[in-house]
């Protein structure tokens, strides 16, 4: 399962309840954290949850509790499917609700993120251009137990870096790396799941007052993106 957060700019919802400022402090809009599932070269919606930074003003909250909210409603529906998250979840306190949700993971790192090996000493995240690294069984900021490998493509101008992890209860004590990768990569393909709810459906166009309406029509537009690719 793919999630990825979306922001939706509504410059000219300035006093609309639920719409606060976006992440350059300036634009009014929201935040749509999406889940999806991969299918034929797109990724069918199954699951969301919306906030702002004045809904999370409002509830004296932040956005961790619902990504924590998100994650935790979709785990039955992901039983031993991993979770495939961007750098935005690249966060201690994620990963270790993850793994206490026993919510199998891959996800993108931060550059800058630290592991220590099993002796507590710190591991350098280094890979030259062209060339593969996999780090196995070391520890997130020395305290959650995971695989690394790191990847720089030629062309790019930094590595990439992923790490997978099963859940403690999973039937084998680790993801492997090269597969964690091939995981991560397949989220891309929320990309087009935004360009059919928008150029198909108009759901950048839409502006509700009130935040429940545009959470129900997120809903409808998802049964569409559905009923679109005939899945049930």
Known sequence: MIGDPTEMPR???KKT???GKLSD???????????????????????FVSYSSA?????????????????AEVKELLGDKPLVLDREFSYLE??????????????????GARFFDQEGK????????????ILNKVFYMGKVFVNVIGRWKEGFNEPIWITPA??????????????????????????EAFKDLKSLLGMDKLMCQKRHWIESYVVYLGAQIRILFAVS
Request: aromatic residues 10%; positive net charge.
């Open 122 to 133: 710190q591991v350098a995240l280094s890979v030259k251009k062209g060339e593969t690294r």
């Open 25 to 47: 402090g300036q634009t009014s809009g929201y935040w749509l954290l999406v889940l999806a599932t991969p299918y034929q070269g797109r990724a069918i919606p199954c699951h």
């Open 166 to 191: 099963l859940a403690p209860g999973a039937s084998v004590t680790n993801l492997p790396a090269e597969q964690g990768l091939a995981f991560y990569l397949q989220r891309m393909k929320i990309d």
């Open 17 to 19: 309840e639920y719409v």
């Open 94 to 111: 994620l990963l270790q609700a993850l793994v206490v949700e026993e919510v199998n993971f891959v996800i993108r790192l931060k550059l």
């Open 55 to 71: 809904i999370i003003g409002t509830e004296v909250t932040s956005r961790n509790r619902y990504h924590f909210q998100a994650f």
């Open 11 to 13: 410059p000219g919802a």
